[in-house]
């Protein structure tokens, strides 16, 4: 167990000196950025598309978007749901429903209307925000039998000259025509809507109200709206500039590609940045070569990004020539990162320049996404690092609260500021990811397996789910692919169990080959010959699958769940 006294011990060792405990904002996400815009307004906030709003015009347009809110008849402690990219329009709902103490429940734009039925369902909401684009698929999705209020965005609102013309003449036709289907309240006429609420109630958000709800679980088939506070917000944003040493400065940039329906990019992209002088730089969609672009050109100082992003970014040939001596901070999470791709993503970063190495870090969305991180330039291999201040881990035997010794692996849990209020209406749900243990701490049990070494580093090792039973043996999906990973003709695979009548569970590899490599039976057998001198035999997959693209989940983390379902179904092509 990592408590207080250990974890200052530990910053006393990897940093040099001991953090005093945070002091947290007692009040609302709003006030927290509404602070900066008072001390700094006329810094950066937010920059989208080459047009830059500094805090003082930030703030205001917040203000004037949560009286919107009011007169559209939203009211506090509704549930809204936000279902847009990365614009300056989510920034501003986004801190407007915190103003008027509803809360902002954060959808990907790219759900499918199941999905969407299935989350208004959950948060049951009577509101939603959504971009034109996607107005087709909210068709039809209603909360309690009603028809959703639907707010509509367009991007070319907060676009000028050329570029506004040029998109709303390639982009926008078709949501016109949806516009006409599905009765809608444009945003012009929404905004408008504010002359009517001149002056707005002052500023109630206390630390522990519910304000934001992320959907999670969907990767294990089964979807939950994890109920965040404003202290879980204010606190990790805080967390994050201490212990990475980020936004060192006002008007330090932070390239905000994560979307915000993520913990990941709302509570480190856009909060970290915002709640402490940053600015944020807004990227709507991710292709490769778009974000070798923005690196390019906005040159930001801090990039954050889950694995995915970072293969891609090794991958585009567009890199060529990228100078990243800009940096000053780079962090991965949201999912595991090998050794191999560690090493592979530190190589480009020091053949372009940059005088900073990535840093992994760990959490989940149930405690906004990141509570711990590697110290800097203290790499340890497969360490998720340590904690962050106030916050404190241990491992314990899974499903129950007692605690392993040292270098034993168990279950991860995690106890501090930032740890969720619950899931929304899923009291049986809540109880048992968070628990009240002998010590008076209430813990959140992650799922997660992992373990601590003798110097306060933790490692995540698996997702208890993913754990593989086969004759009776436990197989770690995760250290399978580390080993296949490192063969010089695999660029990433995925391993999964599928039920086996004689086994139990069958494991099986699917695999994402170098690009210019073709999958062939002696590809085959050199993977599997390989395979068999680096892992035992029970642990061995039984089956290797090539694929020219891994499926992912909407976040970007590879799709176990829909690869072992999928591979539950797969007949040939195997590896016996």
């Not at 060792?13 to 950025?33: A, E, Q, R």
């Not at 991007?155 to 390639?170: D, N």
């Not at 010959?529 to 029970?538: G, L, T």
């Not at 020219?548 to 970007?556: H, K, S």
Request: aromatic share 8%; with cysteine.
């Amino acid at each position: 167990m990592c408590m207080s006294e250990d974890c200052e011990a530990l910053w006393l060792k990897n940093y040099g000196s001991v953090p005093h405990h945070l002091t947290y904002d007692t009040g609302s996400m709003y006030g927290m950025v509404h602070k900066i815009a008072e001390a700094y307004p006329r810094y950066p906030a937010t920059f989208f598309m080459g047009g830059r709003v500094n805090y003082d015009e930030l703030d205001r347009r917040i203000l004037l978007t949560a009286r919107a809110l009011l007169a559209a008849g939203v009211r506090p402690g509704e549930r809204v749901l936000i279902c847009l990219p990365n614009l300056p329009q989510t920034v501003h709902c986004f801190y407007a429903l915190n103003r008027i103490g509803a809360v902002a429940a954060m959808l990907h734009p790219l759900a499918t209307a199941g999905d969407i039925q299935r989350s208004a369902n959950i948060v049951r909401c009577r509101t939603a925000i959504v971009l034109d684009l996607f107005l087709d698929k909210f068709a039809g999705v209603t909360a309690d039998g009603a028809p959703l209020r639907i707010i509509c965005v367009h991007v070319s609102t907060e676009l000028r000259g050329v570029k506004r013309a040029a998109y709303r003449l390639l982009r926008e036709r078709k949501a016109v025509q949806a516009q006409r289907r599905i009765p809608v309240l444009d945003w012009p006429d929404f905004m408008a809507g504010a002359a009517r609420v001149p002056e707005l109630p002052p500023d109630g958000g206390g630390a522990d109200d519910p304000a934001v709800v992320i959907f999670t679980g969907g990767s294990t088939g089964t979807p939950k709206g994890a109920l965040l506070s404003n202290l879980n917000l204010n606190a990790m944003a805080l967390q994050t500039v201490e212990a990475g040493n980020a936004i060192t400065e006002q008007g330090s940039t932070m390239l905000a590609i994560m979307p915000m329906f993520h913990g990941f990019g709302l509570g480190v992209g856009v909060h970290t940045a915002l709640g402490n002088g940053g600015a944020s730089i807004l990227i709507p969609r991710f292709t490769p070569k778009s974000y070798i672009q923005n690196l390019r050109w906005d040159k930001p100082n801090y990039i954050a990004g889950v694995p995915a992003l970072f293969d891609a970014m090794i991958r585009e040939p567009s890199a060529r020539g990228l100078d990243l001596s800009f940096l000053k901070g780079v962090f991965s999470g949201g999912d595991a990162m090998t050794p191999d791709q560690h090493r592979r993503v530190n190589e480009f970063l020091d053949a372009h320049g940059s005088p900073v190495h990535v840093r992994e870090g760990y959490g989940l969305t149930e405690s906004v996404s990141a509570n711990c991180l590697t110290p800097e330039d203290q790499y340890r291999e497969g360490s998720i690092g340590v904690p962050y201040p106030d916050v404190y881990f241990k491992i314990v035997k899974p499903g129950t609260a007692e605690e392993v010794p040292v270098g034993r692996e168990g279950e991860i849990c995690i106890s501090g500021p930032s740890v969720m209020l619950g899931y929304v209406d899923q009291p049986q749900e809540t109880a048992d990811a968070l628990r009240r243990h002998s010590d008076g701490r209430v813990w959140l049990h992650t799922g997660d397996l992992g373990r601590m070494d003798g110097d306060g580093y933790f490692y995540f090792i698996q997702r208890i789910k993913r754990i593989i039973v086969t004759n009776g043996y436990n197989v770690y999906p995760s250290q399978v692919e580390q080993v296949l990973e490192a063969h010089p003709l695999v660029d990433r695979c995925c391993v999964v169990g599928v039920p086996d009548e004689h086994r139990g569970q069958r494991v099986q590899a699917y695999i994402q080959l170098i690009r210019g490599t073709a999958p062939s039976d002696e590809v085959r057998r050199d993977l599997s010959a390989y395979i068999s001198h680096a892992v035992a035999a029970y642990a061995k997959p039984r089956d290797l699958f090539f694929t020219d693209e891994l499926p992912t989940t909407l976040v970007g983390k590879v799709d176990f769940y829909r690869l072992s379902h999928q591979g539950a179904d797969s007949q040939g092509e195997a590896e016996s």
